[in-house]
Structures are given as C-alpha cells and as structure tokens.
C-alpha cells in the first residue's frame, strides 16, 4: 500500500476536495492474488488481538460522539458494489495492482507507480533529512520556521547513518532508495502485500541498493516490535482511510504507530487526501484519547504525569505549489512531521 493516484491538476479543486480516482477496477475476486494466502513474514513477536484492537477504537468512537462504524472486517471481505473509492481501502486491491507491477518489471524492468510523483518523492525525502539532522542536534523547529535541506551538511550524514528508519507501506520501496541517497543507512520498509514487498526487494537489489530490508507485516496488526528514529507514511494512512471501516482502522493506525516511533524519534507523513491542518487535529484527538485513557487507568495519585502528549507537531514541507480556492490557500500534498514524546 504506497499511495493514493492524485487526480489530474484542476485550479477548481482544493487539497479537501482531492481524492484518490481508482482506475479499471474490477471485482476483488478477479483481481485478488493470493489475497487468502499472505501471512506475516518476520521474526518479531506478536501484537494485542485484532478483535480487541478494533473494539477499543470503536469504544473510542463512540465516546467521540462519532457515528457509530459498520461491523470490522477483514482487508479480504468483498467491498459494498456501491463504494467504488473505498476499493483502495482493501488489500485485494494492492495485492492484484503490486502483481501486476511485478510482472511488469520482470518483463520490461519498469519500476511502476511513483505515488504522489518524483518531485514529491524527493522533496520528502530532502526535506526529512535536513529535519533529522536539526532533531539529532537538539534543535527543534518552530511553527513558523521551515527546514532548510541545503543546510544539511556532512556532520549530518554522519549523525543519521546510525537511525533506524521504517516506511510503512512501502509499495515499491523507492522512498527507502532516496533516503538512501540522502545518507540513512538502516532502513527497513514493510508492507501487507506480499507483491509489493517482492517488487521493493527487486527494484532494491537492482539499483544497488540491497541493503534495505524489507517485510511483510500489516500496520494494524504489526508484528514488529522494534522502535525506530524515524517511520515514514507516504499515502498509507490514505489508503486506510478508504475503507469502509476508515475512522475505525485510522484510530488503530495511530495506536500502532505510536508503539513503532521511538521517544524522541519523527514521524513524517505524506497525504493527499488531509491538510496539515486535518492531520494536525487528528494527532490532537489521538493525543487527547491516550491521555484521558491514562489519566483513568492512574487515577488521581499521578494525574501530572498523564497530561504529556505522545505526538508533537514539528513542521511541515512549504515549498509544495499552492493555489486560492474559496478565500483559502491549499495544496494537493502534504507533508507534515511530528516528534514522538
């Protein structure tokens, strides 16, 4: 799950309104492949029961005032005929588009989709290695300030090869390949298809890069119990939010990231479908939850140390071109970073 298509430039749309337009969809069952089979590769330990994980975000919901969610199911559950957008949301979906892919690059030796575009790409992945290097230096950017990629210096590759660094959703892995360029060196990227992963490792091994690994393994259900410095999320918390169960599985996404950034590591997030605004609230709500969770489990006896936010917003890219719709200024990207407390 790499991404979501952005539609074509329309100076009459805003970044709210961009939303991702599947292309020649068919049913999951003709294009599912080996959907019913995929299992988690790694050799982490386990995580909190799916059922569990969901009713806790549902709880959650519901104490939110939120409209109550549809029954969870699984990724491979055939998706309502009439939510055509939400086909995005279901890993059939990426199963059959990443096997296609992959025998599209053993045939011709393509590469596939570049989600969001190589400008973007690049700039994600600039921008986030001038942000860590500031990090890695105890230099924490304020809400007005923007990071600045050429001051990035050779002390700075010095200090990132050592940080760990995951991509969730991976896809084709070539976000792992810049930031390879830009002077990480652990790198780790995983995603629920196994298509996706097998097409990463490929492009990987071909383009010399052979040291990334790469894993099967769902974020909301994640096997990894490794902390990292650094996690990056191009177009997944997207993806996710297309299914059906979209709020539900969102709550269970930061549940799961939150246990994957390690304390004063960044989270870097690229949407087309939020505002940095939209995902800035939406850490905030998170935050709010886990705290008054922690606040009830204390009680009164500690209630100060209950009131830390776990995600604090750090920054986010300027330079992505912007345009006026309905007295507003907007972007089709954003890229937004947060610090893990």
């Not at 298509?195 to 259900?221: C, E, M, P, T, Y």
């Not at 949407?271 to 969770?293: G, M, P, W």
């Not at 954003?334 to 893990?340: D, E, G, I, K, N």
Request: aromatic content about 8%; hydrophobic content about 40%; some cysteine.
């Amino acid at each position: 799950m790499a991404g979501i298509r952005l539609q074509p430039d329309d100076s009459d749309s805003s970044q709210q309104q961009a939303r991702a337009v599947p292309v020649d969809l068919v049913s999951d069952d003709d294009r599912s492949v080996a959907a019913d089979s995929w299992s988690i590769k790694s050799e982490y330990g386990s995580t909190l029961d799916d059922d569990q994980r969901h009713a806790d975000a549902a709880e959650a919901l519901n104490n939110a005032n939120l409209p109550p969610p549809s029954d969870y199911s699984s990724d491979k559950d055939e998706p309502d005929a009439d939510a055509v957008s939400s086909m995005l949301g279901f890993q059939s979906y990426w199963d059959a588009a990443y096997a296609g892919e992959l025998t599209n690059f053993r045939e011709h030796g393509h590469a596939g989709e570049v989600w969001f575009g190589a400008d973007v790409m690049e700039v994600v992945a600039s921008w986030t290695k001038a942000l860590c290097v500031d990090v890695a230096q105890g230099r924490i950017p304020n809400h007005v300030d923007d990071v600045k990629a050429e001051e990035a210096s050779e002390l700075g590759n010095k200090l990132l090869s050592s940080w760990s660094v995951l991509d969730i959703g991976t896809g084709n892995g070539l976000l792992l390949q810049e930031l390879a360029k830009q002077g990480f060196s652990d790198l780790t990227g995983t995603d629920y298809s196994e298509g996706a992963i097998s097409l990463a490792q490929s492009l990987a091994n071909r383009d010399g890069f052979s040291d990334i690994k790469f894993l099967v393994d769902d974020v909301l259900a994640t096997k990894l119990e490794q902390e990292f410095q650094l996690v990056t999320d191009k177009g997944t918390l997207d993806a996710i939010g297309l299914h059906p169960d979209g709020p539900v599985k969102r709550m269970m996404y930061w549940d799961s990231v939150a246990k994957l950034v390690a304390p004063g590591g960044v989270l870097v997030i690229t949407s087309c479908n939020s505002t940095k605004d939209e995902l800035i609230q939406e850490v905030e709500s998170f935050n709010s939850r886990k705290i008054a969770a922690a606040q009830e489990l204390e009680g009164a006896k500690d209630e100060e140390s209950c009131r830390d936010p776990i995600f604090q917003y750090l920054s986010h890219v300027r330079t992505y071109p912007t345009f006026m719709f309905g007295g507003s200024v907007g972007s089709r990207v954003a890229t937004v970073a947060f610090l893990r407390k």
